[in-house]
């Protein structure tokens, strides 16, 4: 399975998750800090290479405007598809927000392909249960996932309903995304990206960026 070399976090939830002081902005990541390493630090697994990278490479693309100093670059050659991954423990309630907004951005029709990954908390105890000997799969708590081909060239920008991330685990969990704080459940636990080549033995070559989640009325259109 392509979601080998997966790394376990181990957190400490009493030292990271004092009662916050005001509500979750949705921030996910926008890269500006120029590294991925400052906390609240992503972590990577498999053959994947990302790394911030100034925008300005960008400069004609009609949607570098929206763009900050830093975007985050991913390159890497695959292994049965499976290139690698990086994620972030989160913890927030995120049940206020029904779009996930990300900016992606492709170098030709053989781009690579993307997962989003959305961890929650059924066991309420801000800990998602790992099983080191099955590549690192959920043991109590639901993953949902996303995907898209990344095959164009340039900027593109998303709102991806929550509603469209599918249960990729169904015999773990309770089968609900349940991001929210409720009898003591650590809400939106882990975020994820993974990353896959469109040819068994290919690579990816691509860039994200304003990792966010929103919240939005009606039916979402284009995205700036």
């Keep these: 399975m392509w979601y080998k070399g997966m790394m376990m976090m181990v957190v400490v939830a009493g030292l990271l998750f004092a ?46 405007k929206f763009l900050g100093k830093y975007a985050l670059k991913v390159t890497g050659e695959a292994v049965d598809w499976y290139v690698g ?54 043991i109590q708590d639901d993953r949902f996932e996303y995907s898209m081909p990344v095959n164009w ?25 349940n991001p929210d704080h409720k009898k003591g459940s650590g809400g939106l636990l882990h975020f994820q990206l993974i990353f896959l080549s469109n040819t068994k033995t290919g690579a990816i070559d691509i860039a994200v960026d304003n990792i966010k989640f929103v919240s939005m009325k009606g039916k979402a259109g284009a995205v700036q």
């Design 153 to 177: 060239r340039g900027w593109k920008s998303f709102l991806i309903p929550i509603s469209s991330f599918k249960d990729t685990n169904p015999k773990v969990g309770d089968n609900v995304l």
């Design 19 to 64: 009662e916050e002081a005001k509500p979750w902005a949705g921030d996910v990541d926008n890269f500006e800090k120029g590294n991925i390493t400052e906390a609240p630090a992503w972590w990577t697994f498999g053959n994947s290479g990302q790394y911030p990278v100034e925008t300005a490479e960008w400069a004609k693309d009609p949607l570098y």
């Design 85 to 138: 991954g990086m994620g972030k423990y989160l913890g927030f309630d995120a049940s206020t927000y029904n779009y996930l907004k990300i900016y992606v951005a492709g170098s030709g029709s053989d781009s690579g392909k993307l997962t989003l990954q959305l961890y929650d908390d059924d066991n309420g105890n801000f800990v998602l249960e790992q099983d080191a000997a099955n590549n690192y799969e959920p």
